[in-house]
Nanobody, 124 residues
Framework: QVQLVESGGGLVQAGGSLRLSCAASRITFSSFAMAWFRQAPGKEREFVAAISWSGGSTSYADSVKGRSTISRDNAKNTVYLQMDSLKPEDTAVYYC?????????????????WGRGTQVTVSS
């Protein structure tokens, strides 16, 4: 049963922007930290950004820091990832995940609900 669904991916030119969304189905994440991970072809899944349950704390990977903004709307059970100044190396499948608790973690083992991903492709 799909409980997290990502959307907003697509093909963009380098320097462009995308806003990814993650919507919950039949579950809530209002009391849980949320995160975005990504996986490029031939590479391991890596941390991108995370946000605490209240939205008061955020964390970003060095590779996207300054170019990305994670946010959430608990009333809508939705989390977002705004990505600006996109680079070809940002090309990957992006996954939304719900944490096991309300604290931020950069380790995928700290998350127990996952979406099926949305493809982001950045052309040079």
């Amino acid at each position: 049963q799909v409980q997290l669904v990502e959307s907003g991916g697509g093909l963009v030119q380098a320097g462009g922007s995308l806003r990814l969304s993650c919507a919950a189905s039949r579950i809530t994440f209002s009391s849980f930290a949320m995160a975005w991970f990504r996986q490029a072809p031939g590479k391991e899944r890596e941390f991108v950004a995370a946000i605490s349950w209240s939205g008061g704390s955020t964390s970003y990977a060095d590779s996207v820091k300054g170019r990305s903004t994670i946010s959430r709307d608990n009333a809508k059970n939705t989390v977002y990832l705004q990505m600006d100044s996109l680079k070809p190396e940002d090309t990957a499948v992006y996954y939304c995940a719900r944490a096991r608790g309300n604290g931020i973690s950069t380790n995928s083992l700290g998350y127990n609900y996952w979406g099926r991903g949305t493809q982001v492709t950045v052309s040079s």
